[in-house]
């Protein structure tokens, strides 16, 4: 297998990168930090840094840089190149795939981009399901915000993603169906209704994830041309959930935020046709591995009876 990259320079040609070099690389950008990567390819931190040096100076360029107070970075062009060495080792990992199939084996890794809900909800199961079915493939873990995650994708930082956003950029790939939910208070004035307006909650005070869920609540309410009133942000729902009992304001969220957890406040759905849907993301499903096939199906296999099936 040819294991190295060559770029084109005045008219010849030079090896630049073997597949060791680009894996460290990754590895520096994943950990932030020399010492982190070599540990985790076994390497010294001066041999990290001979390597880095070496590839530098192949290049003619500076990948990473150091500054006590941004600490290690990459530069513009470093994170460009990046983006081309991640499509590169994910070719390298495609081929060991083909090749592993052919002896029988099934092997790979698979990074998944994913927010809270869907972390706490569906991935536990998820992994523990895979890791019985195929030992061989690897699930890293990326946990950050749908934006994020969006972002990860575009740069290929992970193979796959779930999102809730509904935009064209990304092909999607059905997983759960979700809906708004308003929680209140057993006395709450609107606790008789059996869904709940955005009209009606316009002069109620209300408690906000600090996540993708606070621009989704206020595109909402932009689209019917109302102003939330925000009284709270918190990072955590279990917080709105407190501040809800002691009568601070009103909760909005996804069910499927809220299953598992321990509240016996009331739950209304909210009047609207946006749905938060759940979805598996890939940047292009032609390109898919299949150790991300796999987990995309098993995903979806474990959840058949909340997959909103076109």
Not at 170 to 186: A, C, N, T, Y
Request: glycine residues 6%.
């Amino acid at each position: 297998m040819i294991n190295k990259m060559h770029l084109s320079h005045r008219g010849y040609t030079k090896n630049v990168m073997n597949r060791a070099q680009i894996e460290l690389i990754l590895q520096i950008a994943e950990t932030g930090s020399f010492t982190a990567a070599g540990e985790q390819l076994h390497m010294t931190q001066p041999a990290v840094s001979r390597t880095i040096a070496s590839v530098e100076a192949q290049l003619g360029t500076k990948l990473i840089k150091r500054d006590k107070k941004k600490g290690l970075f990459f530069t513009e062009v470093g994170e460009r190149v990046l983006v081309i060495l991640r499509r590169i080792n994910s070719e390298f990992h495609k081929v060991d795939e083909l090749i592993a199939s052919e002896q029988g084996l099934a092997i790979g890794k698979v990074h998944v981009g994913v927010y809270k809900t869907a972390y706490t909800r569906f991935l536990p199961k998820i992994i523990r399901t895979m890791d019985e079915r195929y030992p061989g493939l690897k699930v890293k873990l990326w946990e950050g915000t749908v934006d994020q995650i969006k972002q990860w994708l575009r740069t290929d930082c992970v193979d796959v993603g779930f999102i809730t956003a509904t935009d064209e950029e990304f092909d999607r790939f059905p997983f759960v169906s979700d809906e708004w939910v308003v929680v209140l208070p057993e006395h709450h004035r609107l606790a008789h209704q059996v869904s709940i307006s955005l009209l009606d909650l316009s002069e109620e005070s209300l408690l906000i994830e600090q996540t993708e869920t606070k621009q989704q609540v206020q595109m909402l309410f932009q689209d019917q041309g109302l102003v939330p009133h925000v009284r709270y942000e918190m990072q955590h729902l279990e917080t709105g959930l407190k501040m809800m009992e002691e009568g601070l304001g009103v909760v909005i969220t996804t069910r499927q935020s809220i299953a598992g957890l321990s509240n016996e406040s009331l739950i209304r759905q909210l009047e609207t046709t946006e749905t938060p849907d759940i979805k598996i993301a890939v940047r292009n499903k032609k390109e898919m591995s299949k150790a991300t096939e796999v987990f995309i199906e098993t995903a979806q296999s474990l959840f058949a009876e909340t997959v909103d099936r076109p």
